[in-house]
């Protein structure tokens, strides 16, 4: 009689609260090819369009072995926001380049996780062409999120980039731990991660060796947060350039960069703006203990940005910096002057501290140099601060 009884509940409990079951889809089962030969992008996308599909959380394998992939766009909105995509091999891009611009891109999706695997984008003869100055196209992005939601991207390598790694833009969310980014230091426009009209975005415990930016924002970067990030050969981590083009800009605001090692850069933290009346705003940033380490320019405000003096000669920035904090950065710079503030005439920077910094050029205390900064030093400064 128990037992009956028992069964009866279970029934009744099934019929009530039906367990949600998770569909798993392997994009060997819809006709790919770990032979790095075959294109498998259809079988890629077809394995996309049945998870997307379902109603339950659903996740796609991507087993071992080398899949070419000619370029794919995985789009949503997909009926249900858990997608998890595993990748235990390496997607390549064909060889040579062409005319796309964005590789993968994932867009329009909420609910995206993806882990592991081995993105190369096979840039070799794409740089070959730019630093012969041929005429090039423009290059692809080998991974973009674009417009999409609550994404997280864990555990990742992303090597050789025809141009930037990847791109975040106009999406909210966004999380990126454990990536590994590399390209050759004369690889160009090859950065790590351009973030762009997005707002949280996180990235943690990540490295990035390229040939520009291992970090760059743009217009429209809010409430970002770096920590944990080792960057170098590249040109640093970066707010700008902005202020370039023919429209005012969204602003950049409420940035934080902590725990950082910068090593053999171009630059360190840099913001850097045109010097161009287009007006937009960068404030609230915090850069937190910093380590550099060779670096060319470790602490950079530069708003008279006019690369080869075409279209802003005797142009002011309009772009208004304010409230930037600089907080134990130490470690040692190439060149004799560490820190240079050079700032717009008619949008003087404001707010700008600075806190316990030690930088030191060949053993001996480095330089400084101000123009139109406002703000204060506490603590030990070194140099000694020309605010």
Same mark, same amino acid.
């Given at each position: 009689m128990a037992v009956a009884t028992n069964l009866l509940l279970l029934t009744l409990l099934f019929a009530i609260s039906p367990i949600t079951m998770s569909a798993n889809y392997n994009v060997i089962n819809f006709g790919a090819k770990p032979d790095g030969r075959t294109d498998s992008a259809k079988a890629f996308l077809s394995a996309w369009t049945a998870a997307c599909a379902s109603k339950n959380p659903a996740s796609i394998t991507i087993p071992s072995g080398n899949f070419l992939v000619s370029q794919a766009l995985f789009k949503g909105p997909c009926n249900n926001a858990a997608m998890k995509i595993t990748i235990s091999g390496t997607i390549i891009a064909p060889s040579g380049y062409s005319s796309m611009t964005d590789w993968i891109t994932f867009k329009y999706v909420q609910g995206l996780s993806i882990f592991g695997g081995t993105l190369d984008g096979r840039g070799q003869a794409f740089w070959a062409c730019k630093l012969a100055r041929r005429s090039c196209p423009q290059g692809a992005t080998t991974l973009r999120i674009g417009q999409s939601k609550n994404v997280l991207i864990s555990g990742m390598r992303l090597v050789n980039s025809e141009m930037f790694h990847m791109v975040i833009f106009a999406s909210n969310g966004v999380t990126v731990q454990g990536?590994?980014? &590399?390209?050759?230091?004369?690889?160009?426009? &090859?950065?790590?991660i351009h973030i762009q009209q997005s707002s949280g975005v996180t990235i943690q415990s990540s490295t990035m060796r390229t040939g520009d930016d291992c970090?760059?924002?743009?217009?429209?970067? &809010?409430?970002? !947060?770096?920590? /944990?990030i080792t960057c170098g050969p590249g040109h640093g981590i970066s707010i700008g350039s902005l202020g370039g083009g023919t429209t005012d800009e969204e602003g950049v605001r409420n940035? $934080?960069? /902590?725990?950082?090692?910068? $090593?053999? &850069? =171009?630059?360190? *933290? /840099?913001? #850097?703006? !045109?010097?161009?009346?287009?007006?937009?705003?960068? #404030?609230? *940033?915090?850069?937190?203990? *910093? $380590?550099? =380490?060779?670096? =060319?320019n470790p602490m950079v405000i530069d708003q008279n940005y006019c690369p080869g003096n075409v279209n802003c000669p005797n142009q002011n920035s309009g772009i208004k910096i304010s409230q930037v904090w600089y907080t134990d950065v130490k470690g040692s710079s190439a060149t004799p002057v560490a820190v240079k503030f050079d700032c717009s005439p008619s949008n003087p920077c404001n707010g700008i501290k600075l806190q316990d910094i030690k930088l030191t050029y060949q053993n001996k205390p480095a330089k400084s140099f101000c123009k139109n900064v406002k703000g204060s030093a506490s603590g030990l400064v070194i140099p000694q601060s020309c605010i």
């Open positions: 990536m590994s980014i &590399t390209a050759p230091e004369n690889s160009p426009n &090859t950065d790590g970090i760059s924002m743009g217009a429209g970067s &809010t409430n970002v !947060w770096l920590e /944990r940035i $934080t960069v /902590r725990n950082a090692i910068i $090593t053999g &850069t =171009q630059n360190g *933290v /840099r913001i #850097k703006t !045109w010097g161009k009346p287009n007006s937009g705003f960068v #404030k609230d *940033v915090k850069f937190e203990h *910093v $380590t550099m =380490q060779n670096v =060319q």
